[in-house]
T-cell receptor
Framework: AQKITQTQPGMFVQEKEAVTLDCTYD???????LFWYKQPSSGEMIFLIY??????QNATEGRYSLNFQKARKSANLVISASQLGDSAMYFC??????????????FGQGTRLTINP | GAVVSQHPSRVICKSGTSVKIECRSL??????MFWYRQFPKKSLMLMAT?????????EQGVEKDKFLINHASLTLSTLTVTSAHPEDSSFYIC???????????FGEGSRLTVL
């Protein structure tokens, strides 16, 4: 079975500071994918960044980067230069590849990030 | 524009009635869609994998007779909450996997309130 653990229920950060959201995972799969999503109060799930288990370089997408440490089974999200609009729930998820090629996600508990002006 | 459309976004119903939620893939055909449930301030929990042309695969603890899933076409999956009760009130959200590119897209979600 796959499991994602996010140990920070809430984080408070000053605007323009960098923030790291923790995520550890457990899986018996050799090949897997790790996702981070942002969920504002509207409920939509906004894709932020993806890291494949065999990717040697850490993924980056604009202000988002993923600190992937495979041996430690951690996939922390780093947001640089935080903005007020970054306030939201953040979910880490691990994907299992199904036979039909689709990816089944297991989500962590989430971290509520609040950016203070 | 949206790749996945979910409808209705909000629904309020009386206890004992059934509610149908639709998830449409707008840009591509999808043989597999996923249905999640999210309680307030909680995480998304996978309910079932919707498979086009065959029965859905339900996660452990999810009542298949309670949550009927139909994936009759390559662009549409429906979730029907049968004989809804207040404890079924939740946020239901679907996702669609574009297997060719590995991209995952989520619907906007449907907030169900059962009175």
């Amino acid at each position: 079975a796959q499991k994602i653990t996010q140990t920070q229920p809430g984080m408070f950060v000053q605007e323009k500071e960098a923030v790291t959201l923790d995520c550890t995972y457990d899986t018996s799969d050799q090949s897997y994918g790790l996702f981070w999503y942002k969920q504002p109060s509207s409920g939509e799930m906004i894709f932020l960044i993806y890291q494949g288990s065999y990717d040697e370089q850490n993924a980056t997408e604009g202000r988002y980067s993923l600190n992937f440490q495979k041996a430690r089974k951690s996939a922390n999200l780093v947001i640089s230069a935080s903005q007020l609009g970054d306030s939201a729930m953040y979910f880490c998820a691990i994907a299992r590849l199904l036979i039909q090629g689709a990816q089944k996600l297991v989500f962590g508990q989430g971290t509520r990030l609040t950016i203070n002006p | 524009g949206a790749v996945v459309s979910q409808h209705p976004s909000r629904v309020i119903c009386k206890s004992g009635t059934s509610v149908k939620i639709e998830c449409r893939s707008l840009d591509f055909q999808a043989t597999t869609m996923f249905w999640y449930r999210q309680f307030p301030k909680k995480s998304l929990m996978l309910m079932a994998t919707s498979n086009e042309g065959s029965k859905a695969t339900y996660e452990q603890g999810v009542e298949k007779d309670k949550f009927l899933i139909n994936h009759a076409s390559l662009t549409l999956s429906t979730l029907t909450v049968t004989s809804a009760h207040p404890e079924d009130s939740s946020f239901y959200i679907c996702s669609v996997d574009r297997a060719a590119t590995g991209e995952l897209f989520f619907g906007e979600g449907s907030r169900l309130t059962v009175l």
